[in-house]
Every structure is written in C-alpha cells, then in structure tokens.
C-alpha cells in the first residue's frame, strides 16, 4: 500500500498525478458498530518538489477524501527531472514519494 | 499535551524563527493560513481566515465539480485560477460541518491548478478564493449531494 506518483511531459509543463493512502478521518465521524466517535487522523501538510524546489505546499483539513488524490501542474520541468511529494499527518506521521518525470 | 511534545513544540517554533529572522521566510509564506481555520465550523468565519472576505467574484477563478454528486463522500474538484500572478488557491466547501477543504501554495513554476477529491455533506458551493498581487478573487461551482460523505 504505497503512495503512488506518476509525472509526464506534456508540452511545456509536467503533469503530477498521485495517489495516497489515509484514512482521513475528520474526527466528527462515529464507528456504525461502536457508535463512537473516531478520532481525527488526516494528513494536515503536503508539499511537492521539481528537481529540489518547491514548487505546492499545502495545508489540508479533514475534507480531503480518504485515500486522497491530487493532481498539479508545473512549467518549466523537464524529463528525467525527480518529482518527489511527501505528506504529514496530525499525528507526525509521514510518507515521501519521489519519481522521475516520463 | 506531554513533556516531549511541547520540546517538538518548541523546537519547530524556534526553528521558524530562526527562518523569519535570517529572512528566509516572510511570516505570511509560512502562515499562509492559521491552521484554526481547519477547525472553524462558520464558512463566513473560513472565507476571513483564508482572506476571502472581501474577494472579488471573477470568472478567472474556475471550479471544476459535477452537477449531481451522487456519493459526497467522493467529490472530484479542480481549481484553475488564469489570474497571473496567482499565488495561492483555497477551496471551502460552503455548508460542511467544517468549510475549509485545502489551501495550496504555488511557486517556482507550478501551474495556479489542482484537482482533488473532497467530501461533502450536503448541496452547496465549492467555493475557491484564488490570491494574486496582494488580491483576493473568488470563483464557485455547485454541487448537489444526493448522499453527504461526512459520516454521523
């Protein structure tokens, strides 16, 4: 269950696709079994990079989806440049990605 | 709150401070958005947060959503601001228990774009306020729920 990254050249600008894995849990939620409320767990802070740069950062609420998708653009990329995105969530986990751009 | 997590606290604090004094960073660029704002339950209360207040509605700022969103647990939003300069994008869904969705940040070449996926609890706008040369300009799309995906 890896976080999954795709980038390519399309004229001039790279087109980033990925895919996460989280539950993204708003914390307003309740369990249907337990009638519990669960906990909020959602990524809070995600950020890409071209090549070394930062090129999104991003403050995210409850209000993504699960298993989050996000696609961005970025001019003045080139093939082979390294695309790396990495995401942290309000309990301090973390995942990083990284893949060259097709 | 333990002894460990106010140290982190304050190590990333001072940190920050370190940035903003050696002038690596301007306040504004870290705190973009008081990370309460994700915690405000009043939509006027996010659009102040994000400083959408007084936005300008422009048809630069285009919010990409389905008509009918069958399931709102899963709703496919795309953000395009064509204002240059564009700097930074918000997206709040205008009736969720908790408005404001995600704020990004655009630099060395990102296109002033995104698409994602967010919930929603009931039919109302997706509002985006796009920030460009010290301006706030905002575009918005509606969206009808016919099940809301926030739980409860």
């Known amino acids: ?102 | 709150m333990d002894r460990r997590q106010v140290l982190k606290g304050a190590g990333s604090a001072g940190a920050v401070s370190v940035a903003i004094a050696a002038g690596l960073l301007k306040p504004t660029d870290v705190f973009a958005v008081d990370a309460k704002a994700f915690a405000a339950s009043d939509a006027g209360a996010v659009m102040a947060a994000v400083g959408g207040s007084g936005a300008e509605a422009n048809a630069g700022v285009v919010v990409g959503a389905p008509d009918i969103a069958e399931n709102g647990a899963v709703v496919p939003v795309d953000v395009t601001s064509n204002i240059a300069g564009t700097t930074s994008i918000a997206i709040v869904a205008e009736k969720n228990s908790l408005p404001l969705i995600a704020e990004f940040s655009f630099s060395n070449g990102a296109v002033a774009y995104v698409a994602t996926r967010i919930k929603m609890g009931a039919t109302s706008n997706v509002i985006a306020v796009a920030k460009a040369g010290g301006k706030a300009y905002k575009g918005h799309k509606e969206v009808k729920v016919t099940i809301g995906g926030c739980g409860g």
């Not at chain 1, 079994?33 to 950020?47: D, E, L, M, Q």
């Not at chain 1, 969530?89 to 060259?100: F, R």
Request: net charge positive.
């Open chain 1, 1 to 102: 269950m890896a976080m999954k990254l795709r980038a390519s050249m399309s004229g001039d600008t790279a087109d980033i696709k990925c895919l996460m894995n989280h539950p993204m849990e708003t914390g307003l939620r309740k369990d249907a079994a337990s009638g519990k409320v669960v906990p909020a767990h959602f990524i809070t802070n995600v950020t890409c990079t071209v090549g070394g740069k930062t090129v999104v950062d991003a403050q995210w609420g409850g209000g993504v989806s699960k298993n989050p998708y996000l696609a961005l653009k970025v001019k003045g990329a080139k093939s082979g440049d390294t695309v790396t995105v990495n995401w942290v969530d309000n309990k301090g986990e973390k995942e990083t990605v990284s893949a060259n751009i097709g």
